[in-house]
């Protein structure tokens, strides 16, 4: 179970900017949509997102610069929509487990949603962690307010672990940087030959280690 994926997540963003993009061909505006932002993090990886251009985006897509137009009229619309993207999927993952009463059963069914997701939507998450300086100042304070908003939600539940040792934000403030390491130092990872599953088992581990005891 996953809001976005690496198919809806394409038809998430036509209806979310339908105002904007003015292709109105659904199949061709989802294949293009998807060609442009997988040039964008490759790029972006390359040589930085600060330093591509439009143009740049243009070679990589076969778009030309009109038919970019119809999607996107500058980078700060490109990183705009990528931070929404991982604020919507981040916001979205909790409502599926509201559910769960035991506070450590939620907590394990959200750290390890967080690192599917993420692991799924890897490299948005990347570049927002990454590249977040390059958006525009409300931006940033958005996804600032999206980060502390997950680790309330996280340290509402560790608060009501019986018998806490420690705040619950900076607990919570832990297990984020956990899984924040998951998905941006992927080469770690596979070095070791470690997988999504292996990895969420362990912090699972770690957290019910500490908080149960």
């Not at 251009?53 to 137009?69: A, K």
């Not at 394990?108 to 998450?125: G, M, N, T």
């Not at 705040?167 to 919570?172: F, N, Q, T, V």
Request: hydrophobic content about 45%; proline content about 4%; glycine content about 6%.
């Amino acid at each position: 179970m996953t809001p976005l994926d690496g198919v809806n997540i394409w038809a998430y963003l036509l209806d979310r900017y339908a105002d904007r993009i003015t292709v109105k061909r659904r199949k061709p505006a989802l294949e293009n949509l998807e060609k442009i932002f997988n040039a964008t993090f490759k790029l972006a990886n390359a040589v930085g997102f600060r330093a591509m251009n439009l143009r740049d985006l243009c070679g990589e897509t076969g778009l030309s610069m009109g038919g970019l137009y119809g999607y996107i009229r500058s980078k700060d619309q490109l990183a705009e929509m990528i931070e929404d993207v991982v604020r919507h999927a981040t916001h979205e993952v909790p409502k599926m487990f509201a559910a769960v009463a035991d506070p450590l059963d939620r907590l394990e069914a959200l750290i390890r949603a967080s690192i599917y997701v993420s692991e799924i939507l890897q490299p948005w998450f990347y570049f927002v962690f990454m590249d977040s300086r390059v958006l525009q100042a409300e931006q940033r304070g958005t996804a600032k307010e999206s980060e502390l908003h997950v680790q309330a939600l996280f340290a509402e539940l560790i608060a009501q672990v019986p018998g806490l040792r420690g705040s619950p934000d900076l607990i919570a403030a832990h297990i984020l940087a956990t899984f924040q390491d998951w998905y941006v130092k992927r080469w770690k990872y596979r070095a070791a030959d470690i997988g999504p599953d292996r990895f969420a088992d362990s912090a699972v581990q770690m957290m019910r280690g500490y908080l149960a005891a």
